[in-house]
Structure formats: structure tokens, C-alpha cells
């Protein structure tokens, strides 16, 4: 085989290879997101549900609190599959509502 027909080969693999892994990349990228996403979306839903019932006053609602009330199951992180801390908290400042999440 002729060096022009193996650098044409190898350089074909190479942008092969450039274009394919920053994609393959992004797309598992967006899937963590969307995954986290449906997560917090449920424990915020299910917060405000607990706050429209008039069982959880506070301005941080807590996993645990939520567990206790039987709103929510047992939730973990959809990608490392470990259970979320029960001190994790939603908070809640002028009807924003916001997920966060303690080690």
C-alpha cells in the first residue's frame, strides 16, 4: 500500500473521529440534563402540592419532610443512582421555587 492511500485513510479516521466524539459527547451531556430535570421538576411538584395542602408552612421544604408526609418516595440522582441527602430542600422566594441538592 502506497503513503498516499494510508494518510488519505488516516485522515478520513481522524475527522471521523473529530466530528463524532464532541457529538456523541453533547448528546450524553443533554440526556444528564433532561434526567436531572424530570427529577427536580417531580420533588418541586410535589412540594408545591404539599405547600397548596397546608402540611409543609416553611419556606425550605425538605426531602425528609416530604418522605414523612408521603408525598414523595424515595427519590435518587438519575444518573449515579444514589439516594438523595433527606436534608436536601426545595426553597421557595416570591413563588420561584428551586431544588437543592446536599451531598
Avoid at 485513510?9 to 473521529?17: D, P
Avoid at 397548596?52 to 414523595?72: A, F, M
Avoid at 449515579?80 to 413563588?95: G, L, M, P
Amino acid at each position: 500500500m502506497n503513503t498516499n492511500k494510508i494518510t488519505i485513510i488516516g485522515s478520513i479516521i481522524v475527522i471521523i473521529l473529530i466530528i463524532t466524539i464532541p457529538t456523541i459527547y453533547k448528546v450524553v451531556s443533554m440526556h444528564h440534563d433532561n434526567l436531572y430535570k424530570v427529577v427536580e421538576d417531580k420533588i418541586i411538584a410535589k412540594a408545591k402540592k404539599c405547600q397548596n395542602d397546608g402540611i409543609c408552612l416553611n419556606d425550605k421544604i425538605t426531602l425528609k419532610e416530604l418522605y414523612d408526609h408521603n408525598y414523595l418516595d424515595k427519590m435518587s440522582d438519575p444518573v449515579t443512582k444514589e439516594y438523595y441527602n433527606e436534608e436536601s430542600y426545595v426553597t421557595i422566594d416570591n413563588n420561584q421555587y428551586k431544588f437543592i441538592s446536599i451531598d
